[in-house]
C-alpha cells in the first residue's frame, strides 16, 4: 500500500504483545460517512456485522468532532 510520501507500507499484522488480546482496527471514512477502508488484526469477537460496526465508529467519530468544535474558545 503507497501513501502520499512515497514509501511502500505494508499492512501487516503487529508483533503479539504479553496481554495477548489486543485488537487492532484501522477505519478511514470519506465527509459522507462511506467507509473506504476497514483493515482488522487480533480481533478475537466478532460481535456485529460490519456494517453496523462502520456506523458505530462513524457515529463516535462524529460526536467527538462535534463535542470539540464546542469545546473549541474561538
Same mark, same amino acid.
Given at each position: ?35 473506504? *477502508? ?6 478475537? /469477537?466478532?460481535? +456485529?456485522? %460490519?456494517?453496523? !460496526?462502520?456506523? *458505530? ?6 460526536? /467527538?468532532?462535534? +463535542?470539540? %468544535?464546542?469545546? !473549541?474558545?474561538?
Amino acid at each position: 500500500m503507497q501513501f502520499f510520501g512515497g514509501s511502500d507500507i505494508s499492512p501487516s499484522p503487529p508483533a503479539p504483545t504479553a496481554s495477548g488480546n489486543n485488537a487492532h482496527m484501522i477505519y478511514v471514512f470519506n465527509r459522507n460517512g462511506v467507509c473506504l *477502508l476497514y483493515r482488522e488484526w487480533n480481533r478475537p /469477537l466478532h460481535t +456485529l456485522n %460490519a456494517q453496523q !460496526d462502520h456506523k *458505530l465508529m462513524f457515529g463516535l467519530l462524529f460526536s /467527538l468532532k462535534s +463535542l470539540t %468544535a464546542k469545546m !473549541d474558545p474561538t
